[in-house]
């Protein structure tokens, strides 16, 4: 899975002299947290944030008066408050690259790009989450199992069968390391078989399972 398959085609942009007011505005309409900034020529100079507009913003608390607030934020620009060494990624970047760049440097999105810098797109971690959802089967109805297999050559395969032998389909699966090296945790979504059907077929492979349930 690649991130062109899961970014935010034809994202909202804006100009690096855009006034943070009226960013504020564009953000609020469009119901979004960042915007890719571009320059006259359509190729990214930096990303802004809603924290970014809110730094700049007058608190509460401020003793300016209602005319004055808007007078001195519209002497602010994006470009004064945008990161402009932004961290992108390309269309065919692996979608997990993409969740793990943004983890390691603590962001919530990524401008994708081409060869020109020019902004084909945006992927967030909205995208993520939602992706992971999928993976794992969340939005499917079946029964959720989730346990630990010896971690052996073939293992999954004799999962996949014992399950198929019972009539049951698998239509999500996810393996993660287990409690030491001989193991690894696994969490399978099954349809079309009972939940005594698939842990009575499961129980002579499993180490041990540790939580089913349907839904």
């Known amino acids: 899975m690649l991130v062109r398959e899961r970014m935010t085609r034809n994202p909202v942009l804006c100009p690096p002299d855009l006034p943070v007011s009226e960013a504020f505005d ?3 309409k469009e119901r979004i947290r960042r915007m890719p900034v ?9 990303i802004v ?19 004055e607030i808007p007078y001195l934020l519209s002497k602010v620009k994006v470009g004064d408050v945008m990161t402009k060494n932004v961290i992108t990624v390309s269309e065919d970047t692996p979608i ?3 969740a793990r760049i943004m983890v390691d440097n603590k ?13 084909m797109g ?15 089967g969340a939005r499917k109805p079946g029964v959720r199992i989730t346990m630990y297999v010896k971690d052996v050559r073939g293992e999954l395969a004799r999962v996949a ?5 019972v009539g049951g389909n698998i239509v ?13 945790e696994v969490l399978l979504k099954v349809t079309e078989a009972s939940r005594d059907a698939i842990v009575e077929a499961l129980k002579p492979i499993a180490v041990r399972i540790v939580d089913v349930r349907e839904g």
Request: charged residues 25%.
């Open 26 to 28: 564009l953000m609020k």
């Open 38 to 46: 571009v320059d006259k020529a359509g190729k990214l100079v930096g």
């Open 49 to 67: 944030s809603d924290k970014d507009l809110l730094r700049v913003s007058p608190s509460p608390a401020t003793t300016l008066s209602t005319y």
């Open 96 to 98: 997990e690259d993409a």
């Open 107 to 119: 962001i919530g999105g990524l401008p994708v790009v081409n060869e020109n810098d020019a902004v």
């Open 122 to 136: 945006i992927i967030t971690e909205t995208d993520i989450f939602k992706t992971f959802l999928e993976l794992i």
């Open 161 to 165: 069968k014992a399950v198929a032998d």
């Open 172 to 184: 999500a699966t996810v393996e993660v390391p287990g409690t030491d090296s001989t193991n690894y």
